[in-house]
């Protein structure tokens, strides 16, 4: 089992930037992969980024490239999402989310957290 808590989000200005944690707990986190969902209303969640238990190899989807990124800090069992360039449509309750692998992470992820809103004012 995995437990996943996230913190950092809140309101931040069109071109601001906020950086998301996410703190793993359990005996098996520091070998999931690990990353970020985000869900804007009236939408289905998505996957944004991800990055393997190793730290080493990290996906993102394309609206969020060169602006998001993803690290990890394998010490602490802490995942960050670091996002810079911040956009209105940007705005969502943005979800931590571990997997077995970085593939399976991307669709199916095995454990969620509770979540952290972001809002991006324009």
């Known amino acids: 089992q995995v437990q996943l808590v996230e913190s950092g989000g809140g309101l931040v200005q069109a071109g601001g930037s906020l950086r998301l944690s996410c703190a793993a707990s359990?005996?098996?986190?520091?070998?999931?992969?690990m990353g970020w969902f985000r869900q804007a209303p009236g939408k289905d969640r998505e996957f944004v980024a991800a990055?393997?238990?190793?730290?080493?190899?990290?996906k993102y989807v394309d609206p969020v490239k060169g602006r998001f990124t993803i690290s990890r800090d394998i010490a602490k069992n802490t995942v960050y999402l670091q996002m810079n360039s911040l956009r209105p449509e940007d705005t969502a309750v943005y979800y931590c989310?571990?997997?077995?692998?970085?593939?399976?992470?991307?669709?199916?992820?095995?454990?969620w957290g509770q979540g952290t809103q972001v809002t991006v004012s324009s």
């Open positions: 989310a571990a997997s077995r692998s970085t593939q399976e992470l991307t669709t199916t992820p095995q454990y």
């Open positions: 359990g005996r098996t986190a520091s070998s999931y992969a």
């Open positions: 990055v393997a238990w190793s730290g080493i190899t990290t």
